[in-house]
């Protein structure tokens, strides 16, 4: 055993103790009536997610990594993100809130014994540089952040609280051009980096402009005065189609306030902040508003450029700012503030071309279908992302508000249809050059 295999074993523990302390935090601040609620057909009731992240813990490091006997495989099925639809899972025979906090303590104590036990510095891939562990760690972070966004969407008084974001010394706006010519995209070197980021690959990007910020509550509120939702020039035909059969004339959890805005952020309504990036827009929404500015989605290519590309050294960078991991200084992550920040707000996490707050604050949305790159091999299990690969998912970039530290970085996807709003997306323009 090596000093590195010593502190890679510490970071690993130190991980999986930050991810269980929010996920009690989200399950904690509420009884067990709304835990074990449906609180929209979108999202599973959060007691069954604060059994999966348990279940899966159980399935990777306690059964495959650990090689140890099963400690519930009655409730594999249950816990099977693909054998039930949310909106079906409070009707089925869940643990109860107790039973649910008692079974994840169980799977946590066998997964942490593994973790002293198993080989984790190189041989079998499942476990070379801690890969199962950080792939569990980032699987319940990603959980807590649905968590996150099923109590945006439950009724009741307030349960969470946070400190207000930082404020932005000078408001950021306007756009930077990104010169024409290949970038590294992807990554072969993030240790823990998921099957859909890899392989690194050589992509050319022609030229275009990209919005410095994302685009803000009153960016977004003049285009919804100027009649946005009700003009069709704008909007795709699929997006208009969802704009009348949904019904939609502002983002969720907005509502006229006068002769502005309010929305409704946690349980506590206020009106809008409007240097605050949009959120709660859906793809077709996105999409509109930049028709109606004159500009585009950009690509997920060209936001991965914008955000990774070095021009001093031709290098991609592991985040817009460097190689460092993200800290409160360079971006708004991990349900350290419960909404976005002002754009400017964190001029260290910009890039080297000027573009800010690429990562937290809103999932921005991009042009992209989700696809595998060139090489692409589903590991270590196909449903992870290759059976969602098509036009039926968009790409989103970037991470928001809510999104963990260890479950993001430049190379980061997540995808979603694109009608879904309740995530906490918001986008950024971009324009040919």
Request: include cysteine.
């Amino acid at each position: 055993m090596t000093i590195e295999t010593d502190r890679l074993r510490d970071r690993v523990a130190a991980e999986l103790l930050r991810a269980r302390e929010r996920t009690a935090l989200l399950t904690e601040a509420v009884d067990e009536d709304d835990l074990t609620r449906q609180h929209s057909p979108l999202m599973s009731p959060l007691v069954w997610d604060l059994a999966h992240v348990g279940s899966q813990e159980e399935l990777w490091l306690v059964r495959d990594v650990g090689g140890r006997e099963p400690l519930r495989p009655d409730i594999d099925e249950l816990y099977d993100a693909f054998k039930h639809a949310r909106r079906d899972r409070s009707a089925l025979p869940l643990l109860t809130p107790a039973e649910a906090r008692r079974y994840v303590a169980q799977v946590r104590d066998k997964a942490l014994d593994v973790l002293d036990r198993a080989p984790i510095d190189g041989g079998r891939r499942l476990v070379a540089d801690g890969f199962a562990f950080g792939m569990i760690v980032q699987h319940e972070q990603q959980h807590d952040e649905t968590m996150l966004a099923t109590h945006q969407l439950r009724a009741g008084a307030p349960v969470l609280s946070a400190a207000p974001p930082p404020a932005a010394a000078s408001v950021v706006s306007g756009e930077v051009l990104v010169p024409a010519g290949p970038f590294t995209m992807g990554t072969d070197t993030e240790a823990w980096a998921l099957d859909n980021e890899r392989p690194a690959h050589q992509v050319f990007v022609p030229a275009f402009h990209i919005d410095r910020a994302a685009v803000t509550n009153a960016a977004y509120a003049a285009f919804i005065d100027a009649g946005g939702y009700d003009d069709p020039r704008w909007w795709s035909a699929a997006g208009w189609e969802h704009r009348q059969a949904a019904g939609l004339t502002a983002p969720a959890h907005w509502q006229r306030d006068g002769d502005g805005w309010a929305a409704t952020t946690f349980g506590r309504t206020a009106p809008i902040v409007p240097d605050e990036p949009v959120v709660h827009v859906g793809f077709h929404e996105a999409s509109a508003y930049a028709a109606w500015a004159g500009k585009r989605l950009p690509t997920e290519a060209e936001w991965e450029k914008a955000a990774r590309w070095d021009p001093a050294t031709g290098r991609s960078r592991r985040f817009p700012w460097g190689d460092e991991p993200p800290s409160a200084r360079h971006a708004n992550l991990g349900q350290q503030h419960l909404r976005p920040a002002p754009a400017g707000a964190f001029p260290d996490g910009a890039s080297p071309l000027g573009v800010h707050q690429l990562i937290g604050d809103v999932w921005e949305w991009t042009s992209s279908d989700f696809h595998g790159y060139p090489g692409f091999a589903a590991f270590p299990y196909r449903e992870y992302s290759e059976v969602f690969f098509g036009p039926d998912y968009k790409v989103l970039r970037g991470g928001s508000f809510g999104t963990d530290r260890s479950a993001i970085r430049g190379t980061f996807r997540n995808w979603d249809y694109p009608i879904r709003r309740q995530i906490f997306s918001g986008f950024r323009c971009a324009r040919d050059a």
